[in-house]
């Protein structure tokens, strides 16, 4: 069989190293070489994605940059401190370049839909995340809107995780070390609340900026993000919905789903309800956060979903690195 992979982001580096090799695959990015850079904040679990990273032939332990203790989350008239179980940052960068760098790459490709031009492959998958290029559009749809600055400075004023959640669940402001006196500062939310928050991190604490990214997050969750294929063109990873709503996390969720794909190639139905059964506790996660956003929401109607969140998170805490406590959960949903 022979496989074009449409973005060369974590979603297609990664499946271009789990499709057997018996197999021939492509890869097609539509920026150009020189342009390729990663985004998003490079948080993630140490013990999980260890697994995952090594199913695709690299040691997820050499990208380590900073392992994180604790993560304090801030609520205005209160702290938070959530002990960390494997929350780490690493390279997301070059450990995607590292992904593809043996691959071939058609660089600067403009894929618009799969036509002629991939008339000699039998699959083309679509892991172009956001911009979802090769499938329909999806009604309903729920972007967030971001903003991270990778910065560094010797007066950082934090030195381990710290989330700050917007009012209603609509978005958080971040910091996540990266070590040696470096960070990722950024904030996603639907209101845009985020505007002009780093530049005031930037002038306080004189940081040099290194890179600035603005970057969307699709946060609708898989079920609400069919068809999962057009013709011959199948969605892998965030062009199907594959990110936590609740964290806004798409690392490790869509390398899963990469697994998912490589598990069912060739069998598109059988795909799509492994999709359905693997992800299914994303949608009531996104009811939940959605009825906070809508301002719908009723401690006494989504009780039963916020228990059934937490001991969803509490019982995969090596999945996100964190200890989940219902208190927090509590005081979250009823402060925010």
């Given at each position: 069989?022979?496989?074009?992979?449409?973005?060369a982001?974590?979603?297609?580096?990664?499946?271009?190293?789990?499709?057997?090799?018996?197999?021939?695959v492509?890869?097609?990015?539509?920026?150009a070489?020189?342009?390729?850079?990663?985004?998003?904040?490079w948080?993630?679990?140490?013990?999980?994605i260890?697994?995952?990273?090594?199913?695709?032939?690299?040691?997820?332990?050499?990208?380590?940059?900073?392992?994180?203790?604790?993560?304090?989350?801030?609520?205005?008239?209160?702290?938070?401190?959530?002990?960390?179980?494997?929350?780490?940052?690493?390279?997301k960068?070059?450990?995607?370049?590292?992904?593809?760098?043996?691959?071939?790459v058609?660089?600067?490709?403009?894929?618009?839909?799969?036509?002629?031009?991939?008339?000699?492959?039998?699959?083309?998958v679509?892991?172009?995340?956001?911009?979802r290029s090769?499938?329909?559009k999806?009604?309903g749809?729920?972007?967030?809107?971001?903003?991270?600055?990778?910065?560094?400075?010797?007066?950082?004023?934090?030195?381990?995780?710290?989330?700050?959640?917007?009012?209603?669940?609509?978005?958080?402001?971040?910091?996540?070390p990266l070590?040696?006196?470096?960070?990722?500062?950024?904030?996603?939310?639907?209101?845009?609340?985020?505007r002009?928050?780093?530049?005031?991190?930037?002038?306080?604490?004189?940081?040099?900026?290194?890179?600035?990214?603005?970057?969307?997050?699709?946060?609708?969750?898989?079920?609400?993000?069919?068809?999962?294929?057009?013709?011959?063109?199948?969605?892998?990873?965030?062009?199907?919905?594959?990110?936590?709503?609740?964290?806004g996390?798409?690392?490790?969720?869509?390398?899963?789903?990469?697994?998912?794909?490589?598990?069912?190639?060739?069998?598109?139905?059988?795909?799509?309800?492994?999709?359905?059964?693997?992800?299914?506790?994303?949608s009531?996660?996104?009811?939940?956060?959605?009825?906070?956003?809508?301002?719908?929401?009723?401690l006494?109607?989504?009780?039963?979903?916020?228990?059934?969140?937490?001991?969803y998170?509490?019982?995969?805490?090596?999945?996100?690195?964190?200890?989940t406590?219902?208190?927090?959960?509590y005081?979250?949903?009823?402060?925010?």
């Amino acid at each position: 069989m022979k496989v074009a992979v449409v973005g060369a982001g974590v979603t297609g580096a990664y499946l271009a190293n789990r499709i057997p090799p018996e197999h021939e695959v492509e890869l097609f990015e539509m920026k150009a070489e020189k342009n390729w850079y990663t985004v998003c904040a490079w948080g993630t679990s140490q013990p999980f994605i260890r697994k995952l990273v090594k199913m695709a032939g690299f040691e997820f332990d050499d990208y380590v940059l900073h392992t994180g203790k604790k993560m304090v989350v801030d609520l205005g008239d209160m702290q938070l401190e959530v002990p960390l179980k494997g929350l780490v940052t690493y390279d997301k960068h070059r450990l995607t370049h590292d992904m593809i760098k043996e691959r071939k790459v058609h660089w600067g490709a403009q894929v618009k839909d799969p036509g002629s031009e991939f008339d000699g492959f039998d699959v083309v998958v679509d892991a172009t995340g956001l911009h979802r290029s090769l499938l329909p559009k999806i009604e309903g749809d729920l972007v967030v809107p971001s903003l991270e600055y990778q910065v560094k400075s010797s007066e950082l004023p934090y030195d381990d995780f710290v989330i700050r959640p917007y009012p209603n669940l609509t978005g958080y402001w971040w910091f996540f070390p990266l070590g040696d006196g470096m960070a990722h500062v950024g904030g996603g939310d639907i209101h845009g609340r985020y505007r002009g928050e780093m530049d005031e991190f930037v002038k306080k604490y004189h940081c040099e900026v290194l890179r600035r990214i603005g970057r969307p997050v699709r946060v609708i969750p898989p079920q609400y993000c069919q068809p999962f294929s057009k013709g011959k063109a199948v969605g892998v990873g965030e062009s199907i919905g594959t990110v936590y709503p609740m964290l806004g996390e798409g690392i490790v969720p869509s390398m899963q789903c990469a697994n998912l794909f490589v598990e069912h190639l060739g069998d598109p139905e059988g795909y799509r309800q492994a999709v359905l059964e693997h992800y299914k506790m994303y949608s009531k996660v996104y009811r939940f956060v959605k009825s906070k956003i809508d301002g719908d929401f009723s401690l006494l109607r989504m009780w039963p979903s916020l228990l059934s969140i937490y001991w969803y998170m509490h019982s995969n805490t090596e999945r996100y690195g964190l200890e989940t406590r219902l208190w927090d959960f509590y005081r979250i949903a009823t402060r925010l």
